[in-house]
């Protein structure tokens, strides 16, 4: 599965950055999809995600009120829209396609697949 990521970048606290996801050629219309994100010297974290339809979302508590997360089928792209943002949201966030069709994302191991991640630089 190839994902491509994009959108990261350095801001400063409490500064904004919107991230985007692709998959050229590939339709994951039925699947649930997300973020994740892996902070150095960290393990892979949940971030948020989405269900198939786009009615429902989920997201870590460190990022509730902050962050957004979106879909367009039509264009087979996610979305994390990233306000407010704080040096502790310093990583590498990776976009993730569930394990299985209709699947909710609501955790790590929801996810099967993932691809290059982009690296979001927030200074204080």
């Known amino acids: 599965v190839q994902l491509q990521a994009s959108g990261g970048g350095l801001v400063q606290a409490g500064g904004s950055l919107r991230l985007s996801c692709a998959a050229p050629g590939r339709t994951f219309v039925t699947y649930g999809m997300g973020w994740i994100r892996q902070a150095p010297g960290n393990e892979r974290d949940f971030v948020a995600g989405i269900r198939w339809t786009g009615e429902r979302t989920y997201y870590a508590d460190s990022v509730k009120g902050r962050f957004t997360i979106s879909r367009d089928n039509a264009k087979s792209t996610v979305y994390l829209q990233m306000d407010s943002l704080k040096p502790e949201d310093t990583a590498v966030y990776y976009c993730?396609?569930?394990?299985?069709?209709?699947?909710?994302?609501?955790?790590?191991?929801?996810?099967?697949?993932w691809g290059q991640g982009t690296l979001v630089t927030v200074s204080s």
């Open positions: 993730a396609v569930t394990r299985r069709s209709f699947k909710d994302p609501s955790s790590v191991a929801d996810f099967g697949s």
